[in-house]
Nanobody
Framework: QVQLVESGGGLMQAGGALRLSCVAS????????MGWFRQPPGKEREFVAA????????YYADSVKGRFTISRDNAKNMVYLQMNSLKPEDTAVYYC???????????????????WGQGTQVTVSS
């Protein structure tokens, strides 16, 4: 497993942009598919975006498609979530997560991600 630490959350007005970062410690970061999930107040944790361990494929929840972009820099052990055109409904704690090495199945379920960061709060005001 890898250890993950998120940063970059904060308070933003609707229509603004934020970039979340996640740094991973541990070996062979390039073999882990990475994901971003979020948990709105009083709701279940939900899938936001994922990127394959090769970095060639990305996946998004319908609610963020066209507004959010996930990327990774394997040389720096980093994964990012660029969030544009933020909406109040994007308010949540955002979590970075890693699969097991060489995983290539569904990215939509938290159960497929054994490693998690502590989360970073994103608040979007109207």
């Amino acid at each position: 497993q890898v250890q993950l630490v998120e940063s970059g959350g904060g308070l933003m007005q609707a229509g603004g942009a934020l970039r979340l970062s996640c740094v991973a410690s541990g070996r062979r970061f390039e073999t882990y598919a990475m994901g971003w999930f979020r948990q709105p107040p009083g709701k279940e944790r939900e899938f936001v975006a994922a990127i394959s361990w090769r970095g060639g494929s990305t996946y998004y929840a319908d609610s963020v498609k066209g507004r959010f972009t996930i990327s990774r820099d394997n040389a720096k052990n980093m994964v990012y979530l660029q969030m544009n055109s933020l909406k109040p409904e994007d308010t949540a704690v955002y979590y970075c997560a890693a699969t097991r090495p060489f995983y290539a199945g569904s990215y939509s379920y938290t159960s497929n991600f054994p490693s998690w960061g502590q989360g970073t709060q994103v608040t979007v005001s109207s």
